[in-house]
């Protein structure tokens, strides 16, 4: 009898093609994501769950599952929607889709700090109001890029990728990563500092560490009255890591200069959040990792994982064991 394996939203078919023809397989069909109940209900029996991280996977749901549940699939490289020591009580294995959509998300946190620091959304919206009337010498002057100092917060492997790109606008690099070691900082061409430093030195501040405990709200009410008035706060990781009210105010009353946020808290945001009234902050709905060669190598990956969880064999690209 082949494995069974709830699939809990449609990937890419270069994925499922993958799992097809080794599981009997259950896809959630429907474009938003299954509510925690049907989600509960869905996975009763089955070997593997392929998560995204829009599904809260915690011990309840996964002794739903019932006592053969070998592994849960995520679908993407952040799983803090995930109960990983739940799942290491119970034996089951985690794994997620690094690598894969490093370029893609350092290219979308660099696409942001661009557009944020020469108002690119403010231009945009000054041409379809009616504002272009001739050329200007002070109308939508921003920052400069070039020769300016980038603070990455977590130097793991997007943080790396972005420190490259900010290679080639000549920018000076700090970064923030208690884990990194002196030889990691050399390689990547960045300075190690601690975060008060990091805070306020930076022209732009970009957010790449994983949303956890130590995390959650780094960014709050005292770290951003460290930065400078002018500085631009971007985040690719996950909203939390960010207080939002605490940024809403910050944008609102000078304290920082503008933010650039791929990510929110919650998500997905609500068309009436005062943040997005704010013309200083730019707001895109988490398409870090979303272009079509990196979703469907996402894809390939998740289902790999699932193959060989529900076939007992190692995962190719389990979560780090912390
Ligand atoms: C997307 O946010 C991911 O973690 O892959
Ligand atoms: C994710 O790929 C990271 O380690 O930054």
């Not at 499922?16 to 994501?33: A, D, F, G, H, Y």
């Not at 504002?131 to 943080?159: C, M, S």
Request: contains cysteine.
């Amino acid at each position: 009898m082949k494995p069974t394996v709830f699939v809990a939203r449609r990937i890419p078919d270069a994925g499922l093609k993958i799992i097809e023809p080794v599981c009997e397989m259950q896809v959630w069909e429907n474009s938003l994501p299954p509510p925690y109940e049907n989600l509960t209900a869905r996975v009763k029996g089955v070997d593997g769950i392929l998560s995204l991280l829009t599904d809260r996977i915690d011990g309840a749901l996964m002794d739903a599952a019932g006592a053969q549940l070998k592994i849960i699939s995520q679908y993407a490289v952040g799983y803090d929607n995930i109960d990983v020591a739940a799942a290491r009580e119970r034996g089951i294995a985690i794994g997620h889709t690094p690598g894969v959509l490093t370029e893609a998300t350092a290219d979308l946190a660099f696409a942001l700090l661009m557009a944020a620091a020469r108002r690119i959304q403010e231009g945009v919206e000054y041409i379809r109001a009616g504002h272009w009337k001739t050329w200007e010498p002070t109308t939508l002057l921003g920052a400069d890029i070039t020769g300016a100092t980038l603070g990455i917060v977590g130097l793991g492997r997007i943080g790396k990728a972005v420190a490259r790109r900010a290679g080639g606008f000549d920018m000076r690099i700090l970064a923030h990563s208690p884990s990194a070691t002196a030889e990691t900082a050399a390689e990547a061409g960045v300075t190690l500092v601690d975060l008060d430093r990091l805070l306020r030195e930076s022209d732009f501040v970009s957010l790449h560490v994983p949303l956890n405990a130590r995390t959650r709200h780094l960014i709050n009410r005292d770290t951003l009255r460290k930065m400078k008035p002018t500085a631009i706060l971007i985040n690719t990781t996950r909203g939390p890591v960010v207080d939002q009210q605490a940024l809403y105010d910050a944008l609102s009353s000078g304290v920082i200069g503008a933010a650039a946020l791929d990510v929110t808290d919650p998500e997905p945001m609500s068309p009436d959040d005062p943040l997005l009234r704010l013309p200083n902050a730019l707001i895109v709905p988490h398409v870090g990792s979303a272009t079509i060669k990196t979703r469907d190598r996402m894809a390939v990956m998740a289902a790999e994982n699932l193959v060989a969880g529900v076939t007992g064999k190692p995962l190719p690209h389990p979560v780090p064991s912390k």
